[in-house]
């Protein structure tokens, strides 16, 4: 009974320690549109919120493993997820209806995560995404992380 308690009081600290940690973060300002303009997510971040203008790039540290990401929208979005070379890395459009999910298996490092909405034409790299310029405003979204970021 004793060996019972113990564990079941271990478990509980654990998941407190956990769900104490993770953490919605919400878009300061324009998120930006390039490497250099990306917003970086804080660890423990479990959900982002924002507005969408042309398209919003949020940088993550990643612990390894696989990733996963979805959106939750009134619109048609697009997820992206690049290493900081600019190389995509997974793309997805309409997963869940016009909600879109990736799930890349990542190693431990820095990544950027993009949302933009499906008529923005971004030229298919990330390159392309610094033609979006700058605003605050437009689609409402949150994406939700499957794991926390480190």
């Known amino acids: 009974m004793k060996k019972t308690l113990a564990f079941l009081a271990l478990a509980t600290g654990i998941v407190a320690s956990q769900s104490a940690t993770a953490t919605p973060y919400t878009e300061t300002g324009d998120a930006g549109y390039s490497l250099a303009t990306a917003q970086m997510l804080p660890g423990g971040t479990t959900s982002i919120t924002g507005f969408l203008d042309n398209v919003d790039i949020y940088r993550f540290s990643w612990g390894g493993g696989s990733f996963t990401a979805s959106t939750s929208t009134g619109f048609d979005p697009m997820l992206f997820v690049f290493d900081l070379t600019g190389n995509q890395l997974a793309f997805n459009d309409d997963y869940f209806g016009l909600q879109s999910y990736v799930s890349p298996t990542l190693a431990s490092g820095d990544y950027l995560l993009a ?8 030229g298919g790299n990330l390159a392309g995404f610094a033609n979006a310029g700058s605003s605050t405003g437009g689609y409402a979204y949150t994406i939700n992380l499957g794991t926390s970021t480190i």
């Open 115 to 122: 949302i933009d909405y499906y008529s923005y034409n971004y």
